[in-house]
């Protein structure tokens, strides 16, 4: 996991990109939705 980290963000962390990240975030956030479908992740009230 060290070796992985140190080659995703180099001169520790100096290089994170905050759109990166939520590109990510709202590819995950697609493939749940995806998977579980909106209706079964609804709130039903």
Known sequence: MTNASQFSF???GSH???VVTGAI???VAAVVVAV???S???RRS
């Open 10 to 12: 180099p001169n520790y």
């Open 16 to 18: 994170y990109d905050p």
């Open 25 to 27: 975030a709202v590819a």
């Open 36 to 38: 579980w479908g909106p």
């Open 40 to 42: 079964t992740l609804a």
